[in-house]
């Protein structure tokens, strides 16, 4: 009956354009009721101002002015009423729109979580994390391994021992070659001029002696 009851309107649409078109019918249905209102008003002021002018002198035209205006005022009420109908209509529709909208949006997200997600579980959640933690504890280890330093490969008592053999051996070279140098001396005297010099002083002395028998003789 449903399907049918499309047809009869031309097919079933699209319900945004549905929602959309009806809002604005009800739009310009609440316009005609603000200029049916207006006009109404108009006329309640014409009638008033009417029977005011017709209160004393005629009564009749007076009363029937009234009556206009009372039949102007009960109508303007139901529009009113009308109004406020169609306003609730426009608001409901409104929302309904939106909501639907927002849930059309929330769909496409949702079915774009489960794209991405695809078959990730929280299981598989827990394992991966699991093994990112294992992981890096494993390269945390490896990295305080490789920081600390190589143990001794000695022994600091034979190093000692061996260090004052080496020592003990370098200064017995050293005396050795000390034991070894040749001790200075210093140079001989030439022989020729020790000999020479004993010579020339005593012929100094004989033509000393020579120069004074010259003298004594010339005297």
């Known amino acids: 009956m449903m399907a049918s009851f499309m047809s009869y309107f031309g ?3 699209d319900p945004k354009q549905t929602a959309r078109d009806a809002i604005v019918d009800l739009r310009q249905h609440v316009q005609m009721i603000d200029k049916k209102e207006e006009y109404l008003q108009k006329k ?3 009638d008033l101002k009417k029977a005011k002018a017709n209160a004393v002198s005629n009564k009749a035209v007076a009363a029937a002015a009234l009556k206009r205006k009372k039949m102007n005022e009960a109508e303007l009420d139901r529009l009113a ?3 406020m109908q169609l306003e609730m209509q426009i608001h409901t529709l409104e929302s309904a729109n939106l909501n639907a909208q927002t849930m059309s949006s929330m769909k496409k997200a949702s079915d774009a979580l489960k794209s991405i997600h695809g078959s990730l579980t929280i299981q598989k959640v827990d394992d991966t994390m699991a093994a990112i933690t294992e992981q890096r504890d494993l390269a945390n280890e490896i990295a305080d391994t490789i920081s600390q330093p190589l143990a001794n490969v000695y022994d600091e008592d ?3 021992n061996e260090l004052e053999e080496l020592e003990q051996e370098t200064l017995n070279e050293r005396l050795a070659e000390a034991d070894h140098v040749p001790v200075h001396t210093p140079p001989v005297a030439d022989k ?3 000999t020479q010099r004993p010579i020339t002083v005593a012929e100094d002395d004989e033509e000393e002696q020579l120069r ?6 010339a005297m």
Request: aromatic content about 0%.
């Open 11 to 13: 097919g079933r649409k």
């Open 44 to 46: 309640i002021e014409e």
């Open 81 to 83: 009423g009308t109004r």
């Open 158 to 160: 034979d190093i000692q």
């Open 192 to 194: 020729t001029l020790t």
């Open 212 to 217: 004074q028998l010259q003298a004594s003789l």
